[in-house]
């Protein structure tokens, strides 16, 4: 298992991050690489909401199906999905840090469910570290817009 974590301080109150995080049409408008959101279940928001996400990731567009598994608003929400023989399991933890900032953390998993992938994942670390960081970046962004994330 390969584990990366970035975290981030926004200026902006904690409901307006978990909202930019948990829905997912927020965080795709958050984050320029994703171009596409397709939901796969009636639930669109919240605990058991799927989607798949079509993101430009290298110059390439990849689709990969995602499912909300934790939802605990407005502190938690856990994303899990399956692509490339690893099991991904993103964490993101919403709390407030004082005047009006919000402290943003995601821990991302990597566990290898196959042969191959047990010998990809190490060496992709460093590749989903910098892709992580400027999700969250673009996170930061858009929750310090003027018009507060919306």
């Known amino acids: ?26 965080f795709a408008r958050a984050v320029d690489d994703i171009v596409r959101v397709e939901f796969v279940s009636e639930i669109r928001a919240g605990l058991g909401t799927r989607f798949r996400e079509t993101r430009v990731m290298r110059g390439r567009e990849a689709t990969v199906e995602l499912e909300i598994t934790e939802f605990a608003p407005p502190e938690r929400v856990r994303f899990l999905s399956e692509a490339g023989g690893v099991r991904w399991d993103s964490v993101f933890d919403v709390e407030p840090a004082g005047d009006g900032t919000t402290r943003l953390a995601l821990v991302m998993e990597a566990t290898p469910l196959t042969f191959p992938a047990r010998l990809m994942v190490p060496l992709m670390k460093g590749v989903v570290g910098k892709a992580i960081a400027r999700d969250m970046d673009a996170v930061k962004a858009y929750c310090e817009r003027p018009s507060g994330g919306s």
């Not at 902006?12 to 829905?23: E, G, Q, Y």
Request: proline share 8%; aromatic share 4%.
């Open 1 to 26: 298992m390969s584990r990366t974590e970035v975290r981030r301080t926004i200026a902006a109150p904690p409901d307006v991050v978990f909202a930019a995080v948990a829905d997912v049409e927020h």
